[in-house]
């Protein structure tokens, strides 16, 4: 199926990802994947907190990561908003302790008091994102929230914790956490609670399993997963849904977790 695949017209290779964003899209999807630590909450802000930390260590070992996640939602007393605009410096001595990789307790504290900063001075997270749009992408918005996040005190260690497209990085993570605020939640998986900002605009999470299966499809060229790459395979996902392209993304990580054997 890889090989034939590749020789897919367009209509047919839309149709055969289509099919596979339908499948994979699913409530079922949530139970192996980061995601279903935001899908704890109902209000937007502890939705869009949680949902930012925990795709911030969204990598490596997926069971590591919602362990850590759920370590999150504890560390927050289970109310991530209220935490973020009212801790004290006394509650932030716990967060001392949280390590995931290298994102470490520091780099918590940080972007706790990061948070703090852009819903105090910037009107939140959606305001930030939605406040960059450039022709019609959000590339250029992650740039700009990098850089007001980090207007407080910070080690620079801890900025690469949040990366820049603007600096060639394909931004996998931040990426995510776009996908998951803006897509509707038709599904069931995805959380739609910015309605200020498209699907339309939002990139691919692109990492080493999306990439390689994007290739096997023809839809990638470039080798290196940077922001080239991600440019080039939003490039063909808008041409195959130019109101919804991200969808895919839901294709691709399942033909690559799921169907090995093809891919």
Request: hydrophobic share 40%; aromatic share 10%.
């Amino acid at each position: 199926m890889a090989k034939s695949s590749l020789r897919l017209k367009k209509s047919e290779l839309k149709e055969f990802l289509d099919e596979k964003a339908a499948l994979y899209e699913s409530p079922k999807f949530i139970g192996t994947d980061p995601i279903q630590i935001p899908h704890q909450f109902s209000k937007k802000e502890d939705i869009e907190i949680i949902g930012f930390l925990v795709a911030t260590i969204a990598w490596g070992n997926r069971k590591s990561i919602i362990k850590n996640g759920n370590s999150l939602v504890e560390l927050l007393d289970n109310s991530p908003y209220d935490f973020v605009l009212n801790h004290t410096e006394q509650d932030l001595e716990r967060l001392q302790h949280f390590v995931h990789r290298t994102f470490n307790g520091n780099d918590l504290i940080t972007f706790i008091k990061g948070l703090q900063h852009i819903y105090t001075n910037h009107l939140g997270l959606e305001a930030i994102f939605s406040g960059y749009v450039m022709n019609n992408e959000l590339q250029t918005a992650i740039h700009h929230f990098k850089k007001h996040f980090f207007e407080i005190e910070h080690e620079p260690r801890t900025l690469k914790h949040v990366s820049d497209p603007l600096k060639k990085s394909a931004a996998k993570r931040i990426n995510m956490f776009l996908r998951w605020m803006v897509r509707p939640n038709t599904a069931g998986v995805d959380f739609g609670i910015w309605s200020s900002l498209s699907p339309a605009f939002l990139s691919c999470p692109l990492d080493v399993h999306s990439g390689r299966v994007a290739r096997q499809l023809g839809l990638l060229k470039r080798k290196q997963n940077d922001a080239i790459a991600l440019a080039e395979l939003d490039k063909q996902l808008r041409r195959l849904d130019p109101i919804d392209p991200v969808k895919y993304d839901f294709a691709l990580f399942g033909l690559s977790a799921f169907e090995k054997d093809l891919f």
